[in-house]
Structure formats: C-alpha cells, structure tokens
C-alpha cells in the first residue's frame, strides 16, 4: 500500500509540473506573438500573461502540496 501512494504521489507531482510548464510555455508564445501585432499594447499583454503564468504555478504549488501529502501521510 505504501508503495501505491508513493507512485500515486510522484506520478500526480509529474503530471501538475509538466501541466504548469506547457500551459506557461505556451502563455508566453502567445504573449510574443501579440507583442509583435500590437507593440504599443506590450504592458497590458505582460501583466495579463504574469497573472496566468502565477494562476499556472500556483496549480503546480497544490500538486506537490497534495503528493507531499500522499506520501506523508500514506506512510502512517
């Protein structure tokens, strides 16, 4: 059982990780390309693309959170 919910815990730990790091690759692509249509709008695009990168991080944040969790309290 307690092998199951470390497993649990890592895979749950990858699959928040690699989520956070696509979807801000991806913000950030997009944040260049709009850039690059509509220089004079450069500081609205950075401001709206740091709120959606820190909501993206701060997902990854309660991944761990919860594998931490899993592999802590699994234990006992």
Same mark, same amino acid.
């Given at each position: 059982m307690e092998v199951g919910l470390t #497993? !649990? #815990?890592a895979a749950i730990a990858v699959l928040t990780g690699a989520g956070a790091g696509i979807s801000t690759g991806l913000a950030t692509g997009k944040a260049v390309e709009s850039v690059a249509r509509q220089?004079?709008? &450069?500081?609205?695009?950075? &401001? +709206?693309?740091v709120i959606g990168a820190a909501f993206a991080e701060a997902t990854a944040i309660y991944g761990l959170l +919860? #594998?931490?969790? !899993?592999?802590f309290v699994g234990v006992a």
């Open positions: #497993a !649990l #815990a220089p004079e709008a &450069t500081s609205q695009i950075i &401001t +709206v693309m +919860v #594998a931490i969790l !899993l592999i």
